[in-house]
Structures are given as C-alpha cells and as structure tokens.
C-alpha cells in the first residue's frame, strides 16, 4: 500500500491572509459554507476545504485549484459562516495572488470571464451591461472569428433576441449611479496597487 504524504503545515499563508484581515483560524470545519454554495459540482475542492488547506498553508493546492475561479462571489458561504469568516473575500484574495506570482491558471476561460466582468461593471459606472460583457467576453476569448465562421455568433445573436423579447436583455445605456466616481477610486487604486505588484490587468 502507498504512503500517504505528510502534510507540512505553514504559518506564512494564513499569516498574509490575516494581514489582509481575512483570518481563517476560527473555522472549525462546519461544513456550512459547502453545503449552502450553488457551485460545488463544478469545483475540485469544497469551499471549506479551501479554507482548511488555506489555514495549513497550502499554498501550491489552493492557488492552483479550479474552485477559486469557479467561486461566483455571491457571498452565501460569508452569510452561512457561524465565525464570520468572510470565505468570499478569501477566495477572491487568492485569485488576485494567484495572478501576481503567475500560478498557471487550471481554466484560463473562466479568468478571462473574470477580468472581463470586471471590465464591464467598470465600463458600467457600477453597473454590469450584459449585451457588453457579452460582447467584451467573445472578442477577449478569441472567440469571436471561431463563432463567426462556425455560424455560433448567429446563434448568440438569436438568443439575445429572444432574451431582449421577454425583458431579460436590455441593450440601451445602463443609468449611471450616484457613487461613480467612488467606483472609478477603487477601480484605479486596485490597478494602482496590482501595477506595484507587478502584475497589471492584461
């Protein structure tokens, strides 16, 4: 029978995350977070598991991990967690870290579907455009001559259709909201800061 590695534990991870005021020391593995995520079927590690191997220092296992990129941020492990650790803001954490030390990303589409997230909600003033996401997505993917020859494009096109129909879709200018100029500081200041890091938005 193989040996099962040992696991190492190290201090250094969950000491940036508590730099960061993102402490995981207090999960006592509940299991909550997991349970309640939309998401799990689609992950390699469970949320608390994350957290766990976070807290041990991990650092290889959960830069790496796909679940990191598939985590959506809707915050419902946060709202679950008895010890209020903010799970959501950890996995966002590790996904900015792991761009600025170039971990080779398990799913590159899904980072690109991130960052052009991102993008829109800034194009946006605050608020995210789906026809431009759509849009900014197919032509950051390399997509868009795939999906033109292919005949997809025309597909997507008649989906948008059927969507903007039942209300779903709105392709006017989305109003611009109160705080636009805060959001553009926060914006600005993380690519400030990533730009320090040496790692800019691409």
Known sequence: MDKVPILEPSFELPEQLQDAHLSVSACYQCR???????????????????????????????????????????ETCTTRCPNGIDIAGVMDWLKETALKRGVALPQPAVTRFHQTFLRSVRLGGGRLPEAVLLGLYTLRSGQFLKKLWSGGLFSDLSLGRKLRQRGRLRLSL?????????????????????QDSGSGEK
């Open 32 to 74: 909550k977070c997991s349970s309640g995520c939309p998401l799990t079927f689609a992950m390699d590690l469970l949320p608390d598991q994350v957290i766990r191997l976070s807290l041990l220092g991990q650092e290889e296992q959960v830069l790496g991990c796909t679940t990191i990129w598939v985590c959506s941020s809707c």
């Open 174 to 194: 989305p109003h611009r909201l109160k705080g636009v100029k805060e959001i553009r500081k926060i914006f600005n200041g993380a690519q400030m800061k990533a």
